[in-house]
């Protein structure tokens, strides 16, 4: 997460999302060695803030909004891209933010570096959508962008809109 780097989103080929909290971690790593041998059960008995089971395959496209902290989306291989929006430092609501617009496997999603709601998306249904994370029914827009699967998406930083 931006705006908390300790805070981290990892996909697991079991189709769940955790996110974990490894600002302890962190801290073993900054302690001298004889410290971290003490204090090594702390950090390899740790459990994820989250566990999210609503995607039922596994997938590749997660990202965090560098807008809102803690907001995110993930997205995998059967089309389905979660919206995560934070309750409380160590809480979401995720299970019925649900986006569906691809019909193939979700391979990137970006948010917009200016629009704290609209992110975009690419498919190996060969299309780029554009979402806003305001209306959950369809993407705002979607176009085909290539002949052949669309893996990877990035925003241009130095144009404000989207036109």
């Not at 990202?63 to 907001?71: C, D, I, R, S």
């Not at 554009?130 to 893996?151: C, E, F, G, M, Y």
Request: aromatic share 10%; proline share 5%.
């Amino acid at each position: 997460m931006p705006q908390k780097p300790h805070i981290c989103a990892i996909w697991g080929d079991t189709g769940h999302v955790h996110i974990w909290d490894f600002a302890c971690n962190l801290n073993a790593l900054a302690l001298s060695e004889t410290n971290i041998s003490k204090d090594a059960s702390m950090v390899s008995n740790q459990t994820p803030l989250v566990k999210f089971s609503g995607h039922k395959y596994e997938g590749y496209a997660i990202v965090w909004n560098p807008l809102v902290p803690g907001m995110l989306v993930s997205g995998d291989c059967k089309n389905y891209i979660h919206l995560w929006e934070p309750s409380s430092d160590s809480t979401w609501n995720v299970g019925s933010n649900q986006y569906v617009g691809h019909t193939g496997s979700v391979e990137d999603l970006q948010w917009s570096p200016t629009e704290a709601t609209v992110f975009a998306s690419c498919s190996v249904d060969k299309t780029i959508a554009i979402w806003d994370s305001r209306t959950r029914r369809s993407p705002a827009t979607s176009i085909k962008a290539h002949n052949t699967d669309v893996n990877v998406i990035s925003w241009n930083k130095c144009v404000s809109l989207f036109i």
